[in-house]
């Protein structure tokens, strides 16, 4: 009996325990990497203003989050959990009297164990309700109100919205936001209603307005076909969708215990975090050849998204957006709609976050997890042997992690989906509302100098920008110590007459030693990318590994000079690899508002460390360049990317070989 096996009875006979003790309701163990909770948060504002008491100080949360526990520790805790104990803590930034202070909390001593003052440049992630003050500014500003006078727009028509305002060579930096506006008028739909030719800067320590121009004014786009709530079209709707029911007689095929998720063969931990949003963790799958649970994903989540666009007019050019470090990807994600946002078949996970002045709030049904049904995991119809008829297939289930994230005018809805076959794939599709320029353009005949856009509707440009987001991606195959492995694939050419062909491809394996051999811009050449074990081999010789299947290639087109790539540099490669460190988790670094680039992955890799048989994340850039077009307008149909990170040599045969289809359902009432 291997010591796993011993360990997974030993957990086993504990749950049975567990169960004749409290009968009724399942007992629910809090996790290491459990996000904190309400009572946590509250804790963490309790300790904060005891020593920062807001009578005396002003003080504001932009970011209360678990302290990423040592990652030997969670794997001691995983082989032990009775016997391993990990003290919660809590890692918080907080502006206090204009200063950002990172601020570490043990939990369990009710302690603060750490305050440092952040002297570098950049700026926390923006609150929500800084943010809801700075929109108000405007319509209490008597320039603005003369410039929608001027304009002859109902002031009680319009709304306001924040831009984080990047950073361009200024050599000092004080907390701002610009601000601009729209028009709600017959239309819910703002952002193709801008009011434009006016700029306005907030600085957020005064809270109020410091700069203001009102410059050249085009109209603002009509509301004629912009509207996009089902309650304001008028007929003819179509093209009809048909409804179909979900119905799972024997139930999920999934647990959800707490945070933690089991499905078919795998075991997860959903985690969340006010800036990451998802975090997946301790993803591991049961081999059923070799009987035990196999690490794969110590931890996956999206680190950054780099939203640059590409008008470099006084109105656009700072828009140049880093949604996860200045905005908060998990603090603008929004509550799933049952049946709409996810089948009928799914269940919902709750979020807390702390608010600015720290009290928890919670998300509902910020996560939902359910089975997804309709593909084929594999099949075969063998025609080649006479008088048999041999048709062999296999429906897939996989299983959907799915969240959305709103940052302002995008939506951006990120899934992770499981395979019983051992794949992950991560999708993203993002939809919402184009940010529309307006011109005096109506069509496109009229142009006679660069829009920096399309021409989507009349009035109307939808400008150029790029999506890129960064996975960080700590695989950790059959354990920590892992290697990168490019396979390169070659044209050899027969010159010596030993085959009627002139040419044939094969492969040359080569392993990064360093982090410079690790950085790929994927499209340049045919290769495959692996992270694999060097320490297990299959039994035929092969190093177990999972495989990268990258998106799409996209590349920045932006100069490495220019401000906004300099920030955005973890975007110059699509697979960057590094050794683990728990503080670079990211990948534009820890203070991304205003900041200069110089924390980014680009510039820790700088180190060229070694990450040949090491414990490595992998970093992967997927995106999309956005040329809009007609249909994108009013509001976009999903666009979509992803990738997936698959299992190669890691099973010794095809792992789904002895899955069998689901049953056919038997509905209830209804004869066979
Ligand atoms: C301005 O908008 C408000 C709110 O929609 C409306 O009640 C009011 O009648 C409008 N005023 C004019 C002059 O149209
Ligand atoms: C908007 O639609 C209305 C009604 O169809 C039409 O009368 C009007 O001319 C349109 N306005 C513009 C600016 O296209
Ligand atoms: C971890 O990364 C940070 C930032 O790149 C660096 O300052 C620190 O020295 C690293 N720690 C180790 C142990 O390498
Ligand atoms: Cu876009």
Known sequence: MSSTMKLMLFSFFTILSFQTVFSVTPLIVQHPLDPLTEQEITLVQTIVLRKYPTSRNTLTFHYVGLDDPDKAAILKWQQSPKLVKIDRKSFVIAIINSQSHEIL??????????????????????????QGQVIELPLKYGPFIASVNKRGLNLSEVVCSTFSIGWYGEAKSKRSLRVECFLKEDTANIYVRPINGITILVDLEKMKIVEYHDTEIEPVPTANNTEYRASRQRPPFGPKQHSLTSHQPQGPGFQINGHSVSWANWKFHIGFDVRAGVIISLAS??????????????????????????????????????????????????????????????????????????????L??????????????????????????????????????????????????????????????LGIALSGILEIKAVGIKHKSEIKKEQHGSLVSAN?????????????????????YNSFEKTNLKTVKVTDGSSKRKSYWTIETETAKTESDGKIKIGTSPTEFAVVNPNKQSSTGNDVGYRLIPGPAVHPLLTEDDYPQIRGAFTNNNVWVTPYNRTEKWAGGLYVDQSRGEDTLAVWTKRNRDIKNKDIVLWHVVGIHHVPTQEDYPIMPLLSTGFELRPANFFERNPVLKTLSPKDVQWPGCPK
Not at 287 to 300: A, F, I, N, T
Not at 327 to 348: E, K, R
Request: with cysteine; proline share 5%; charged share 20%.
């Open 364 to 425: 509902n049904n910020a996560f939902c997890v359910f089975e997804q049904y309709g593909n084929i995991m594999w099949r075969h119809t063998e025609t080649g042997i006479p008088n048999e008829n041999i048709v062999e297939t296999r429906t897939e289930v996989n299983l959907i992690v799915r969240s959305i994230v709103t940052v302002g005018n995008y939506d951006n809805i990120l899934d992770w989906e499981f395979k019983a076959s051992g794949s992950i794939k």
């Open 460 to 480: 109307s440009i939808g400008v150029y920008h790029d999506h890129f987001y960064i996975y960080h991606l700590d695989l950790d195959i059959d354990g920590e």
């Open 285 to 362: 799958i049961y081999d059923l050849e070799k009987h035990k649970s196999r690490r794969v994903l110590y931890r996956g989540y999206i680190s950054e998204l780099f939203v640059p666009y590409q008008d470099p007019s006084e109105d656009w050019y700072y828009k140049t957006f880093f949604d996860a470090g200045e905005f908060g990807f998990g603090q603008s994600m929004v509550p799933l709609i049952p049946n709409l946002d996810c089948p009928p078949n799914a269940q919902f996970l709750d979020a807390h976050f702390a608010q600015a002045d720290g009290t928890p709030t919670t």
């Open 105 to 130: 909390i043990n939990l369990k001593a009710k302690v603060i164990v750490s305050d440092n003052i952040h002297k570098g440049n950049g700026f926390p992630t923006l609150s929500v309700e800084e």
